[in-house]
T-cell receptor, first 116, second 118 residues
Framework: AQTVTQSQPEMSVQEAETVTLSCTYD???????LFWYKQPPSRQMILVIR??????QNATENRFSVNFQKAAKSFSLKISDSQLGDTAMYFC?????????????FGTGTRLQVTL | DTAVSQTPKYLVTQMGNDKSIKCEQN?????MYWYKQDSKKFLKIMFS???????INETVPNRFSPKSPDKAHLNLHINSLELGDSAVYFC?????????????????FGPGTRLTVT
């Protein structure tokens, strides 16, 4: 069974600063995908960034980037130039590369507050 | 042009009642899911259907019965509602085809249905 751990229940960052959210996971799978989802107060789940385990290059999406360390089973999210709209719960998620109905296993989330 | 829609968004009902939540996706995806988010914000898979066939059933009480009339719809019916069923229920969909890029494994979520059982 896969597990995903987010050790930071809450974090705070000032606007325009950089913050890193940590995520570790445990799996015996070799092929899998990792995701970060954002859930603002509106409760909509929004995909922020994705990473394929077989790709060594870290994924980047505008101000969002990841530090993927496969051997350490670590998948942290870096948010640069933080904006007030980044205030949300952030969930790290894992899915194996099975091809059919790949369920997401989520971490417990990190509540990020961006302040002025 | 909503991708994944759910109705209703809010549902307040009494213990013992039966209720349904509907989900529809217009993305042409093959796979649909139901997740439950509890009061501590923890998200857990409940069910998954692929082309109308039940693929995942994660030890959910028999009072919960998903139904997929076609691959664009996945409804959730709950019998004899209990206080502990109060949660936000999310529907999601994905392509899930072997050999395709990571984008085929991305799950797109509906807006969620907040169920309150009193």
């Amino acid at each position: 069974a896969q597990t995903v751990t987010q050790s930071q229940p809450e974090m705070s960052v000032q606007e325009a600063e950089t913050v890193t959210l940590s995520c570790t996971y445990d799996t015996s799978e070799n092929n899998y995908y990792l995701f970060w989802y954002k859930q603002p107060p509106s409760r909509q789940m929004i995909l922020v960034i994705r990473q394929e385990a077989y790709k060594q290059q870290n994924a980047t999406e505008n101000r969002f980037s990841v530090n993927f360390q496969k051997a350490a089973k670590s998948f942290s999210l870096k948010i640069s130039d933080s904006q007030l709209g980044d205030t949300a719960m952030y969930f790290c998620a894992f899915t194996p590369h099975t091809g059919t109905a790949s369920k997401l296993t989520f971490g417990t989330g990190t509540r990020l507050q961006v302040t002025l | 042009d909503t991708a994944v829609s759910q109705t209703p968004k809010y549902l307040v009902t009494q213990m013992g009642n039966d209720k349904s939540i509907k989900c529809e996706q217009n993305l042409g995806h093959d796979t649909m899911y139901w997740y439950k988010q509890d009061s501590k914000k923890f998200l857990k898979i409940m069910f998954s259907y692929n082309n109308k066939e039940l693929i995942i059933n994660e030890t959910v009480p028999n009072r919960f019965s998903p139904k997929s009339p076609d691959k664009a719809h996945l409804n959730l019916h709950i019998n004899s509602l209990e206080l502990g069923d109060s949660a936000v229920y999310f529907c999601a969909s994905s392509q899930d085809r072997v050999g395709l890029a990571v984008s085929s494994y991305e799950q797109y979520f509906g807006p969620g249905t907040r169920l309150t059982v009193t």
